[in-house]
């Protein structure tokens, strides 16, 4: 599977017709597969899409809770576009989910995360990014499981927001949902990034290598 280095949408050419979980298959607009640079150092994994994801097709953004991510990108350095944008231009940053389609009435089930695990495992390993992100309790326990020595059920993404946790291969920086974050907590996982990641060298964790 190569990357489309110059596509954002999808660029490891997923499948956009996956049938894997028909109950979401059969009420979806659309699959939501990753978004943005194919060589990132940094990946935002959400729990899943947004109604406003659905209809851009692009991981957050479409809604008030994506333009928030949206600004957290552009004030770190990661996006050049009005926080609106429903195609924004970024660059080192890649936004994904554990799961890739969206029901109207429930969040997925433990079947269906595990049904996108294929994507989800092969987007980190073809970006191989130094930081992940995981927004949400969801995103942070599932990814816990693979990439901390950790108890899944230690972790409290509200307790853990703006933070750093060491992970086998990758640093964790948790984050709270946008739609639940005030600003006082979007401030102060911006400063996070900025004095405490980008002002070391975090490409320790994984080793250097040129972009």
Known sequence: MDAHQEELSNPFAMDEDCRNCPALA????????????????????GESPTAGAEATAVPFTGDAAGERVQR????????RSD???AEPYLQNVYLTYLSRCRHPE??????????CEPFLNAELRMINPH????VGDRALRELAIEYTTRSPDSFDVTE???????GRGFELVPMIPPGEQSDAQEAAF????K?????????????RRSR
């Open 131 to 134: 930081i992940i992100v995981p």
């Open 106 to 115: 429930r969040a997925a089930t433990d079947e269906e995360v595990r049904n």
């Open 72 to 79: 957290i990108l552009g004030e770190l350095g990661f996006s």
């Open 195 to 207: 004095e405490n990641v980008f002002s070391r060298d975090y490409r320790q964790t994984k080793g």
């Open 160 to 166: 853990e927001h703006a933070t750093t946790v060491r």
């Open 83 to 85: 926080p609106a944008a």
């Open 26 to 45: 059969d009420c979806r607009e659309q699959v939501v597969h990753g978004y943005g640079d194919a060589g990132a150092e940094f990946v935002f994994v």
């Open 190 to 193: 911006v400063e996070h990034v």
